[in-house]
């Protein structure tokens, strides 16, 4: 009975090992989460039954075990070095040379391997005969804390190597990161529950890691990336690449953007690609770190006593910055929303000039203690809109002055009115020139009906002079009204003229996305669209036909109703079909929808459409098409230059498909 018992454990915790692998490292799960949850709990209660059975490598260890007082501290065997930093491509130069140089008359080729520098706490995990027997943190280089019941919760750390012969000591030491992605959910989540928001990834990471709770450990999406080895007893490896395929043989997270390059250029057109491309690197990367391939060209650069001479990391710019909020004023947005904006001094961010940040709302302001003058930390995360981080109060001077939101609108004087749940104020004038402005910038922006060279600033002049009043009276421009602005050409006005006639005829999502309705953004209008085939017939659903619409719940049902029984709205449709306007009328999609319930990714450019354009065509094929790439999707259509989604899809295994498979699926 209990030989019975044993066996099953093994199988059961061999089971749901690989399982974590196929989840954690790979990406790719095998198995579904409740078929995951039955082995679990069936594994569990075999070992309340029989707890002396219990494997060392058993999964249900990684749910946490008691806490403790403090940590206790490790000598690491072989110190934990950190990295010489190289701030730019001079400095990254003088480090090839110093290599050349000392490396001279060695036969052997010079090989680089850059890696990302990732940006969280730095682990060292060792195994004993394949079983994980103890981890610990850098701490100072030389001693750490022993974390190995919080880093047991980490499921992209094995708790067994998947190897049949494994090295009998091996000390693998990695990052342990946070997501950005999961970073923000966990923040988001916390200031639910009212609890401190951790400042960045890096921050969560190392707050999770260090808890004397290993349970609340596990209850945080810790990561694992593994990117070199300390002692190691049993192997023999010669390249630094071939040690990072070797972990990865073992059941280790590896990061896929490493690469070798031989020479300096080649490193440095490495550099420029993962500054480029590291705002869609889903963890927080500070850098490059370059590093000698060849172990025995490591041993002849040798060690300083802190950082070793063959490796440097090589920074990003900052993402972050501190300025000066030189005033926070306010911007009123389509729909109304009063909106602050601190006007900052202009400083770089991540290679960019920023001197503006959003501050959302008044709540916001308040949450962040911000005030006019503060010294504050900005930051710019990825591609989004610059943010102010926080005040950096020590700096203060006392001739800060508190904002406040204005009562009146700071475009047309109308008392602004909160919102009923509280958090967004407007203003209330659907005439006030801030609102008509920024609803004509939509209308004729590449997702409404898209015309080309009518920028913001020009749209602005033409409402102040009268010549633009509503988003109709774009197709009531003529090139006499256009002449009469500044700077404004023959060609030019042409131009304008050309594109407005092209946006005469829009398609139904693009238009319906154009007029504005609130809460309908590019998908939903898109969804609109594909219901119901026409303006006409979409201004007549009821709330409760709206509301059946898979995708549209029940507040975007509320605001599309009330849209169209504004009277203004019927005005306007007016104005435009007296403007020229083609109301489209498609045929009904429903019935032909070829690739209904596939997912489609697009990445990289196209050479016989836009994104949009690719979008559009899948989306009347009934096909959804999302921005990440994830277990769900089916296809990522490849462009040129794709972004990490094509990492990812081929690390997910999803199928791939170039401009000519493309064309076919669409053509067929
Ligand atoms: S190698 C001597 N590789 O950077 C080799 N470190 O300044 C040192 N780090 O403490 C470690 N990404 O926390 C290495 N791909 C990478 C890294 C990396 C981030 C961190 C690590 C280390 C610090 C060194």
Redesign the pocket.
């Known amino acids: 009975m209990n030989k019975d018992a044993a066996s099953e454990i093994r199988d059961l915790t061999d089971k749901i090992n690989y399982h974590n692998y196929r989840y954690y490292v790979l990406d790719d799960p095998e198995i579904s989460d409740s078929e995951y949850d039955r082995l679990f709990d069936r594994l569990v209660e075999l070992e309340k039954q029989h707890p002396e059975l219990q494997l060392p490598d058993s999964p249900t260890q990684r749910v946490g075990a008691a806490p403790s007082e403090k940590f206790e501290q490790i000598k690491h065997s072989i110190p ?4 010489n930093k190289s701030l730019s491509k001079q400095e990254f130069l003088d480090f090839d040379k110093r290599i050349r140089t000392e490396l001279a008359g060695d036969n052997e080729s010079i090989r680089y391997v850059t ?4 940006d969280g706490l ?1 682990v060292e995990v060792v195994y004993k005969n394949g079983i994980l027997t103890v981890a610990s943190t ?1 701490g100072d280089g030389i001693t750490g804390e022993i974390i190995t019941d919080n880093v047991r919760t980490i499921r992209s750390v094995p708790l067994r190597l998947m190897a049949n012969d494994p090295p009998s000591l091996i000390e693998v ?1 990695g ?1 342990v990161v946070i997501t950005k992605a999961d970073f923000a959910k966990l923040n988001k989540t916390r200031e639910k529950n009212g609890e401190d928001l951790f400042a960045n990834p890096r921050n969560a990471a190392a707050g999770s890691l260090r808890q004397l709770d290993p349970k609340v450990t596990a209850s945080r999406p810790l990561l694992m990336l593994a ?2 080895v300390g002692k190691i007893e049993g192997v023999n490896l010669k390249l630094h690449s071939e040690t990072l395929e070797y972990l990865r043989t073992l059941g280790f997270r590896v990061s896929d953007l490493i690469r070798i390059n031989s020479s300096a250029d080649e490193v440095a057109k490495r550099y420029d690609e993962f500054l480029e491309k590291r705002a869609m690197i889903p963890f927080d990367v500070d850098g490059m ?1 370059v590093k000698i391939d060849s172990y025995r060209h490591r041993r002849k650069l040798g060690e300083l006593s802190r ?2 001479r063959w ?1 440097i ?1 090589w920074k990003f710019p900052p993402e972050q910055a501190t300025t000066i909020i030189e005033d926070i004023k306010v911007q009123v947005g389509r729909t109304g929303i009063l909106t602050p904006v601190a006007h900052l001094k202009p400083v770089r961010v991540g290679g960019v000039e920023v001197s503006r940040a959003t501050l959302h709302n008044e709540d916001e302001v308040k949450r962040k203690g911000v005030m006019i003058g503060d010294t504050v930390i900005v930051q710019r995360a990825g591609d989004v809109i610059p943010e102010v981080v926080k005040p950096i109060v020590e700096k203060r001077t006392g001739s800060e002055k508190p904002f406040n939101m204005p009562r009146k609108c700071p475009a047309c004087g109308s008392t602004v009115v909160k919102d009923t749940d509280g958090v967004y104020v407007r203003c209330p004038n659907p005439h006030c020139p801030a609102q008509v402005v920024e609803r004509i910038i939509h209308f004729v922006s590449k997702s409404g009906v898209d015309v080309d060279g009518l920028g913001s600033r020009l749209i602005e002049k033409m409402v102040e002079q009268g010549i633009l009043k509503d988003p109709a009276d774009v197709f009531f421009l003529t090139s006499e009204k256009l002449l009469t602005m500044e700077r404004m050409g023959e060609k030019l006005a042409g131009n304008i003229l050309e594109s407005i006639e092209k946006s005469r005829k829009p398609d139904l999502a693009h238009l319906i996305h154009a007029l504005g309705i609130r809460n309908v953004g590019e998908h939903l209008a898109s969804v609109l669209a594909r219901r119901f085939n026409s303006i006409e017939n979409l201004s007549e659903a009821p709330v409760e036909k709206l509301a059946e619409i898979d995708d549209i719940g029940p507040i975007v049902a509320r605001s599309t109703r009330e849209y169209f029984d504004r009277p203004e709205t019927k005005r306007m449709i007016d104005k435009l079909v007296e403007g020229g306007m083609v109301f489209p009328h498609e045929e009904s999609s429903v019935r032909n929808e070829p690739l209904k319930g596939k997912t489609f990714v697009i990445t990289g450019t196209l050479e016989n459409y836009s994104r949009s354009q690719a979008k559009k065509l899948l989306t009347n094929l009934g096909a959804k098409v999302t921005s990440t790439v994830s277990k769900k999707t089916d296809f990522v259509v490849a462009g040129a230059n794709p972004g990490s989604k094509y990492l990812k899809a081929q690390s997910l295994g999803i199928k791939i498909i170039d401009e000519q498979e493309f064309l076919k699926i669409i053509s067929e």
């Not at 890696?115 to 990732?118: A, D, Q, S």
Request: hydrophobic share 40%.
């Open positions: 934990m070095l950190s990295l890696e990302p520098k990732l730095a850098r030491r990052e990117y070199e770190v950082s070793p490796a990391a």
